[in-house]
C-alpha cells in the first residue's frame, strides 16, 4: 500500500502522560500536515511542513504540542502533559505541489481517547 | 470551520440525486474541494474545482460554483448505498496556501 499510514490507529492515556504519533506520507510526496478532527466536526489544520522544515502552525498547537520531520520522511507528533480536551482524531496528509492544486491525500487517523 | 458552512444532514432515496450545499466567507479563495469520510476510513478526495471555474462534471459527481454568492454544491447523480458518508465542502486560500478550511461535513443517507 502506497497511501499515507499513521501509527497507531488508536491510542488511551491517562490524563497527563505524553503521547506521540507517527505519520508516513507518501514517498514522493514533500508536503506533510497534520490536522485534528473531533466528533461532529470537519479537520482542522494544525501545522505543516515543507520537507524537514515546519513553515506553519495553527493559534491550536498550543506550547503542549510539538511536530517534527527530521529527514523529511516521516513525522512525529507529541503531546505532552496530555488534557480530555486532547481527545480527538488527529489526521496526517502529505502532497506534491507542484500544480498548486494542494491536493492532499489523507491518512486513516490516529484516535486519541485522554480518560 | 465557522468560515465554510454546510447543512448537518442530508437524506435522499436509492437512485434519487443527492445535492450537497456548501457556503464560504473568503473571497481568496483559489480550489474548492469536495471530502467524502466513511466509516473507519479517511477522508478521501472526490473532486476539486479552481475558482475561475463554475462547473465542473466527473462520471457521477457535478460540481457547481458561483462564485459571486460563495456557494459550492456538489451533485450526486443516481445515488447509491456506497454513497452513504459524511460530505465535506473545503477550501484553500491564496493567504495561506498550505492549510485546507473544512466545513463541519453533511451526513448522507440513503433510503431504500
Known amino acids: 500500500d502506497t497511501g499515507v499510514s499513521q501509527d497507531p490507529r488508536h491510542k488511551i492515556t491517562k490524563r497527563g502522560q505524553n503521547v506521540t504519533f507517527r505519520c508516513d506520507p507518501i514517498s514522493e510526496h514533500n508536503r506533510l500536515y497534520w490536522y485534528r478532527q473531533t466528533l461532529g466536526q470537519g479537520p482542522e489544520f494544525l501545522t505543516y511542513f515543507q520537507n524537514e522544515a515546519q513553515l506553519e502552525k495553527s493559534r491550536l498547537l498550543s506550547d503542549r504540542f510539538s511536530a517534527e520531520r527530521p529527514k523529511g520522511s516521516f513525522s512525529t507528533l507529541e503531546i505532552q502533559r496530555t488534557e480530555q480536551g486532547d481527545s480527538a482524531m488527529y489526521l496526517c496528509?502529505?502532497?506534491?505541489?507542484?500544480?498548486?492544486?494542494?491536493?492532499?491525500?489523507f491518512g486513516p487517523g490516529t484516535r486519541l481517547t485522554v480518560l | 470551520g465557522e468560515d465554510v458552512e454546510q447543512s448537518l444532514f442530508l437524506s435522499v432515496r436509492e437512485g434519487d440525486s443527492s445535492v450537497i450545499n456548501c457556503t464560504y466567507t473568503?473571497?481568496?479563495?483559489?480550489?474548492l474541494y469536495w471530502y467524502k469520510q466513511e466509516p473507519g476510513a479517511g477522508l478521501q478526495l472526490l473532486t476539486y474545482?479552481?475558482?475561475?471555474?463554475d462547473m465542473k462534471q466527473d462520471q457521477r459527481l457535478t460540481v457547481l460554483l458561483n462564485k459571486k454568492d460563495k456557494h459550492l454544491s456538489l451533485r450526486i447523480a443516481d445515488t447509491q448505498t456506497g454513497d452513504s458518508a459524511i460530505y465535506f465542502c473545503?477550501?484553500?486560500?491564496?493567504?495561506?496556501?498550505?492549510?485546507?478550511?473544512f466545513g463541519s461535513g453533511t451526513r448522507l443517507s440513503i433510503r431504500p
Open positions: 473568503d473571497s481568496s479563495s483559489t480550489y
Open positions: 474545482i479552481f475558482s475561475n471555474m
Open positions: 496528509a502529505s502532497s506534491l505541489d507542484s500544480s498548486g492544486r494542494n491536493e492532499q491525500f
Open positions: 473545503a477550501e484553500s486560500r491564496r493567504s495561506s496556501a498550505s492549510k485546507i478550511i
